[in-house]
T-cell receptor, first 110, second 115 residues
Framework: QKEVEQNSGPLSVPEGAIASLNCTYSDRGSQSFFWYRQYSGKSPELIMFIYSNGDKEDGRFTAQLNKASQYVSLLIRDSQPSDSATYLCAVTGNTGKLIFGQGTTLQVKP | DAGITQSPRHKVTETGTPVTLRCHQTENHRYMYWYRQDPGHGLRLIHYSYGVKDTDKGEVSDGYSVSRSKTEDFLLTLESATSSQTSVYFC??????????????FGPGTRLLVL
């Protein structure tokens, strides 16, 4: 079992819809959770981080964390074609090192 | 954007030659990291540094060495490059390892091709 798992996709949604990206992790001691966006040929850029159970909203983005079920998700409201990218989930555990999932490719179709 | 630069941005080299990649930051962050990114594997930690001359191994450190003689510079050396080290290499920095300080910011990357 991989430490951080994401569906590689592609996830295709129409413009204006809500995109839901999911991530599960295996280390119950994980403490910090991050979502990065990576455009093709570019470096990862931070979208959000979340530490506590529940929801955290930032503009069109909402991160959701459920430690009991060991999953974290990212919702993108009013999806735009410019949101088309690969979204990386990353988790830090007791070692303090960041473990990345393989990423989910999102395609937003006009 | 975080003040992180990587050099070179692209490099082609031959098997068996040594290669050094440089990461330079202007943020005065304590922690610096080297990752490689490959299809099917995602981002994997090679080495990291928690201060000048303080470094530690990551998940895929074999065949790589690092040095940090100044806060702003973190060097990654492929001692004898192999084709399996063909990859995109990213440097990242963070202020700390806990709480708000642990967020990592990435440099633009270096594409390395080993023939």
């Amino acid at each position: 079992q991989k430490e951080v798992e994401q569906n590689s996709g592609p996830l295709s949604v129409p413009e204006g819809a809500i995109a839901s990206l999911n991530c599960t992790y295996s280390d119950r001691g994980s403490q910090s959770f991050f979502w990065y966006r990576q455009y093709s040929g570019k470096s990862p850029e931070l979208i959000m981080f979340i530490y506590s159970n529940g929801d955290k909203e930032d503009g069109r983005f909402t991160a959701q964390l459920n430690k009991a079920s060991q999953y974290v998700s990212l919702l993108i409201r009013d999806s735009q074609p410019s949101d088309s990218a690969t979204y990386l989930c990353a988790v830090t555990g007791n070692t303090g090192k960041l473990i990345f999932g393989q990423g989910t490719t999102l395609q937003v179709k006009p | 954007d975080a003040g992180i630069t990587q050099s070179p941005r692209h490099k082609v080299t031959e098997t068996g030659t040594p290669v050094t990649l440089r990461c330079h930051q202007t943020e005065n962050h304590r922690y610096m990291y080297w990752y490689r990114q490959d299809p099917g594997h995602g981002l994997r930690l090679i080495h990291y540094s928690y201060g000048v001359k303080d470094t530690d191994k990551g998940e895929v450190s074999d065949g790589y060495s690092v040095s940090r003689s100044k806060t702003e510079d973190f060097l990654l050396t492929l001692e004898s490059a192999t084709s399996s080290q063909t990859s995109v290499y990213f440097c990242a920095i963070s202020e700390g390892r806990r709480g708000n300080l642990e967020t990592q910011y990435f440099g633009p990357g270096t594409r390395l091709l080993v023939l």
